[in-house]
């Protein structure tokens, strides 16, 4: 399984960014895909996950109604839409697919992992 995340960039506190994350390769293998997120300076944390099939979501406290994860069927993708934007949301974000029906908030649960979007929330 290869991951493409893509969507990072510079928004202004309070704005709205959408990341998106495009599996390839044994797709049919993935239980879950996720989101997570490291700022400078700190561990790399979880953000949002859904199981690939169904719509079971789960979000980090910090995220909850501000972030949504939802799946583009068309393009089978996992997208990741973030509003209300605050500076201590900049991080580099990072998208994860796990194949085995596992804890979904765990980093360690996690079995492959794309290259990192940087999103930087500033004004």
């Known amino acids: 399984v290869q991951l493409q995340a893509s969507g990072g960039g510079l928004v202004q506190p309070g704005g709205s960014l959408t990341l998106s994350c495009a599996p390839s390769g044994s797709i049919w293998r993935i239980v879950s895909m996720g989101w997570f997120r490291q700022a400078p300076g700190k561990e790399r944390e979880f953000v949002a996950a859904?199981?690939?099939?169904?719509?079971?979501?789960f979000y980090a406290d910090s995220v909850k109604g501000r972030f949504t994860i939802s799946r583009d069927h068309a393009k089978n993708m996992v997208i990741l839409q973030m509003n209300s934007l605050k500076p201590e949301d900049t991080a580099v974000y990072y998208c994860?697919?796990?194949?085995?029906?596992?804890?979904?908030?765990?980093?360690?649960?996690?079995?492959?992992w794309g290259q990192g979007t940087k999103v930087t929330v500033s004004s």
């Open positions: 994860a697919a796990d194949v085995e029906y596992a804890d979904a908030m765990l980093e360690g649960n996690y079995d492959y």
């Open positions: 859904r199981r690939r099939s169904g719509d079971t979501t």
